[in-house]
C-alpha cells in the first residue's frame, strides 16, 4: 500500500488552499489531493467573495474587485461606504484552481473517491473508489478531509443560506460598477428569517444578481425564478436584458460546533471544518485562516490541534443572530439594515473577519436593534441551559 505524510481530501477553496501552502512550507514531505472524478459529488463552478487589504495572495485569480459597497434598506434608504483600506474581491473557482495548480511543485492529485478513512494511532487508511468499480487504500501520516458533511450535528440552530443569482447582459447601462451591493433588503421578507438581493456589478451592463434567504428550506426552482424576475423587473428596473448563466448554492449557516479534529490522525477542514461564519456564510476567509495556521502548526512539527477559523466570541454572538432569526424574535431586514446603517462598514467587515477589539465589538452590539437582540441572547442561553440539563440527565 502507498504511504504518505499528508493526504488532502477534496480538492475545493479548502484542499486547494491546504495542498498551496504544504507544497511551500513543507519541501521535504510527500502530500496528495485525493479528488473524485465523480460528477455527481463534485461541486459545480463558483464565484468566491471576500475582503482583505489591496494586495492579496489570490491576485492573480481575482476577476474583479470594488472598493465600495453599498446596503439598501427595506424602504429604499441606500448607504454607500468606501472599504479603505479593504477591497471586496471576487474569484471564480476555476481561475482559483488553475493559479493554485500552477504553483504546486511536488503535491499530486489523485483522481479517485474516497469512500472511507479508518484512523490509526501513527495514521490513518484512506479507501478509495476508482472507475469500474477498481478499489484501492492508501496510508497517511496525516488526513485533511473537505468533503461536505452527510449531515449537520443536531444541537444548534441552522438556518440555509440559499440563492439562485443570474449573470445577466441589459440592453442599456443599467449598473453602477463601482460598487457591489451586499444587502439590497426591499424584497418581500419572509416570516423568520431574511432575503436580499446581492448584486456584484462588473461594467455598466453586465451583473450578477442574487436572490438570497437565510431560511430553514429552500425554494423550487420556479420560486428562485419568480424571486429574480421581482428583483430584476419591480425593483432594479433592467429592462430588457439576456441571462448568460446561473449560479445557485445552498450555504448552511449552523450555531452547531463542528469539531475539527475527528481522530488521532483525521482533521477536517473548509466548510465541514467550521470555517464557515455563521451569520454570514462566508467561508472563503475562514479556509485561509484555517489553512494558515495547519500550515505553520505542521512546519513546526506541532499536530494542527486548535486552528480555528473563527474565535469563540464570534461564535457566540452569530448564534445569538441566527437563534432570533429562527425564532423570529430578530426582524431580519431591520436588524441588517440598523447594522449597516450604525456602523462603519469597514469595521463590520473587520468584525466578520475576527480582528476586531471586544470593545469595538460591545460598540457594534449596541448599535444593533438592542430589545430584540437581548431577547434573542435569552433564548440562546436559555436553550444551552436546556441543552445542558438535558445532557446531564
Ligand atoms: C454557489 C456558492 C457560492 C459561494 N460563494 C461564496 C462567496 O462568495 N464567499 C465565501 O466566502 N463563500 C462562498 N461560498 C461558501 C464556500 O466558500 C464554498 O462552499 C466553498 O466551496 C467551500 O469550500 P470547501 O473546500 O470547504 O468545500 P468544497 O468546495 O465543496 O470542496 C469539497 C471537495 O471535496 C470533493 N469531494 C467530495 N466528495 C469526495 C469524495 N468522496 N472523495 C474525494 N473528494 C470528494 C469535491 O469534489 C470538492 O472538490 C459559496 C458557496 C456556494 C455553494
Avoid at 473524485?36 to 463552478?45: C, D, F, K, Y
Wanted: glycine share 10%; charged share 25%; aromatic share 8%.
Amino acid at each position: 500500500m502507498e504511504r504518505v505524510d499528508v493526504a488532502i481530501v477534496g480538492a475545493g477553496a479548502a484542499g486547494l488552499s491546504l495542498a498551496h501552502r504544504l507544497d511551500r512550507m513543507l519541501p521535504g514531505r510527500s502530500v496528495v489531493m485525493v479528488e473524485t472524478p465523480e460528477t455527481g459529488l463534485r461541486p459545480p463552478e463558483r464565484t468566491w467573495c471576500f475582503w482583505e487589504k489591496a494586495a492579496g495572495e489570490w491576485d492573480a485569480a481575482v476577476n474583479h474587485r470594488w472598493h465600495a459597497l453599498s446596503v439598501v434598506g427595506p424602504d429604499g434608504t441606500a448607504w454607500r461606504s468606501h472599504l479603505h483600506p479593504l477591497v471586496y474581491k471576487m474569484v471564480r473557482s476555476r481561475d482559483f484552481e488553475a493559479l493554485v495548480r500552477s504553483g504546486l511543485r511536488k503535491t499530486r492529485t489523485l483522481r479517485w473517491t474516497v469512500t472511507d478513512i479508518v484512523d490509526g494511532p501513527d495514521g490513518a487508511v484512506l479507501r478509495l473508489r476508482g472507475a469500474e468499480g477498481a478499489e484501492r487504500e492508501l496510508a497517511a501520516g496525516l488526513v485533511f478531509d473537505s468533503r461536505p458533511l452527510p449531515e449537520l450535528p443536531a444541537d444548534g440552530v441552522t438556518l440555509l443560506q440559499h440563492f439562485r443569482g443570474w449573470f445577466v447582459r441589459t440592453d442599456r447601462p443599467r449598473f453602477d460598477a463601482s460598487a457591489a451591493v451586499l444587502m439590497d433588503l426591499r424584497v418581500p421578507q419572509p416570516e423568520r428569517g431574511v432575503a436580499f438581493g446581492y448584486v456584484l456589478p462588473f461594467d455598466a451592463r453586465t451583473a450578477l444578481v442574487e436572490y438570497t434567504e437565510f431560511t430553514r428550506a429552500v425554494l423550487d426552482d420556479e420560486g428562485y425564478d419568480a424571486a429574480l424576475r421581482d428583483y430584476t423587473g419591480r425593483l432594479l428596473e433592467l429592462g430588457v436584458f439576456t441571462v448568460t448563466g446561473t449560479e445557485q448554492g445552498v450555504i448552511p449557516m449552523t450555531s452547531a460546533r463542528l469539531p475539527a479534529r475527528v481522530g488521532r490522525r483525521v482533521f477536517r477542514i473548509g466548510a465541514a471544518g467550521g470555517a464557515t461564519r455563521p451569520a454570514t456564510g462566508y467561508t472563503f476567509s475562514g479556509v485561509q485562516r484555517q489553512t494558515r495556521q495547519i500550515a505553520a502548526a505542521l512546519a513546526a512539527g506541532r499536530l494542527p490541534v486548535r486552528c480555528p477559523a473563527h474565535r469563540g466570541r464570534h461564535l457566540f454572538m452569530d448564534a445569538v443572530l441566527l437563534r432570533g432569526l429562527d425564532d423570529g424574535v430578530v426582524d431580519g431586514a431591520e436588524f441588517f439594515a440598523t447594522l449597516f446603517r450604525n456602523n462603519s462598514l469597514p469595521r463590520l467587515l473587520r468584525f466578520l473577519d475576527g480582528k476586531t477589539t471586544p470593545l469595538e465589538e460591545v460598540a457594534i452590539g449596541t448599535r444593533t436593534p438592542v430589545a430584540s437582540m437581548s431577547a434573542a441572547l435569552w433564548a440562546q442561553i436559555r436553550a444551552a441551559r436546556h441543552r445542558g440539563g438535558s445532557m446531564r440527565r
